[in-house]
């Protein structure tokens, strides 16, 4: 089923999927949903919104019907608020242990790098592989690495993993096959907070490099 720039499909026999495409409407859209306590998840994708609803309260032709009335409103014309979060990062050494590889690789020095994220527009583009891991879009496209051979069995919270186009953030411990180039210095989760994860879909994130006196 269609509607404007949205179609919907059924994922099973409890949740639905529309797919938007890729932007900002993902995001404007799962936060209008979010609000709408019907559904018991939404999650935003690359190019999509999931939303997960109980069967035994709604069936799916009724959260169907629900959710084509609201995407009748077009919720990607309208601006949600969006958060900005400025995290001070440790970049290189024990906290960043494959930024000097990679500056090597790509013959820049390590400083230069670090500037460079720094001064990239990032987005949290999703989250997914493990819990509030952050997948960051708009990383300067000159910074080109690959997922490394020997995936590593626990990377500490805070991380920071770098392939191209792309900037993860590990808001907990657990196995990662990413390049990390640095690390967080403040909790990226809070287990006695409302929101636990920092971090949510469609915020815009700034990476400010650790300066010591």
Not at 17 to 42: F, K, N, Q, Y
Not at 78 to 99: M, W
């Amino acid at each position: 089923m269609t509607l404007g720039r949205y179609a919907l499909m059924a994922c099973g026999d409890d949740a639905l999927r529309i797919l938007c495409g890729p932007g900002d409407v993902r995001h404007d859209l799962a936060s209008m949903l979010t609000s709408d306590h019907a559904w018991l998840e939404v999650v935003p994708g690359r190019i999509d919104v999931t939303v997960a609803f109980d069967p035994h309260t709604h069936s799916m032709n009724n959260a169907h019907a629900r959710l084509m009335a609201a995407l009748e409103n077009d919720p990607g014309t309208r601006r949600r608020d969006q958060r900005v979060h400025e995290l001070v990062v440790e970049f290189g050494g024990a906290a960043g242990p494959d930024l000097a590889p990679l500056a090597a690789r790509l013959g820049r020095p390590e400083s230069e790098i670090a500037g460079m994220i720094e001064n990239s527009p990032l987005q949290v583009d999703m989250l997914g592989f493990t819990p509030g891991f952050a997948y960051l879009a708009g990383l300067d496209a000159a910074l080109v690495s690959e997922r490394l051979a020997n995936p590593r069995t626990r990377v500490p919270a805070g991380s920071v993993g770098l392939i191209t186009g792309q900037i993860g953030l590990y808001a907990l411990d657990g196995p990662g096959g990413w390049p990390i180039v640095g690390r967080v210095l403040s909790p990226l989760f809070d287990r006695a907070a409302a929101q636990p994860f920092v971090l949510g879909a469609g915020d815009r994130v700034v990476l400010r490099r650790l300066t010591r006196p």
